[in-house]
Structure formats: C-alpha cells, structure tokens
C-alpha cells in the first residue's frame, strides 16, 4: 500500500466515525508521523479521504470520542453524502449494499 504522493506531506490527519444516530464524533486524530499513520490505515481499508486543511484545523481541536460542533454539520454532512454516492450506497445503508 502506497501513500499517494499528493498525500506525502499532510501535517494533520483526523478521522471521523458516523454511526447513522448520532453526531459523527473524532475517532483518531494526529500530526506528523501519526496523521501519515491514520492516512496509511485509511488507504489500507479503502476509507475514502478528503483533504481539506482548514476543515482539519478546525476537527484537531476536538478530542477522540468527542462530536463534532453544529457549526461543522453542514459541511460533514456534504462530505458523508460524497462518499455514500462514491460507494453506491444511501445513507443508513450498510457498506457494501447497493
């Protein structure tokens, strides 16, 4: 598994959970050498990822297990409906269900 070269250089990496029910929440968050490792495991699991340094800045505030703001719902909720469209599936449906 290969880093793709655009994604070398990130500083900051957050990753988010969305369970359906609740607010998504961080589920891992790191600089450096740990946002490349939260980058890596992503890529490995074909988690689709966005690049978005402001948006990261503003989610590297939060803590791990800690929901993100309403402030952020609007975008998230944008960023959530791109992936389901990307995995060919609507929202509460299980991975891999088309």
């Known amino acids: 598994m290969t880093i ?23 589920s891992a968050s790191g600089e450096y050498d740990l946002a490349q490792a939260i980058i890596s495991v992503a890529i490995a699991h074909e988690v689709p990822v966005y690049e978005n340094a402001e948006l990261a800045t503003w989610l590297g505030q939060l803590e791990v297990g800690e929901e ?24 509460g449906q299980p991975k891999g269900s088309k």
Do not use: S
């Not at 309403?70 to 944008?78: G, K, M, S, T």
């Open 68 to 91: 993100i703001p309403e402030q952020l719902y609007q975008v998230i909720a944008e960023i959530l409906a791109f992936v389901y469209r990307l995995e060919g599936r609507l929202p």
């Open 4 to 26: 793709p070269e655009h994604l070398l250089n990130a500083t900051e990496a957050i990753a988010l959970a969305y369970d359906g029910e609740h607010a998504p929440h961080v």
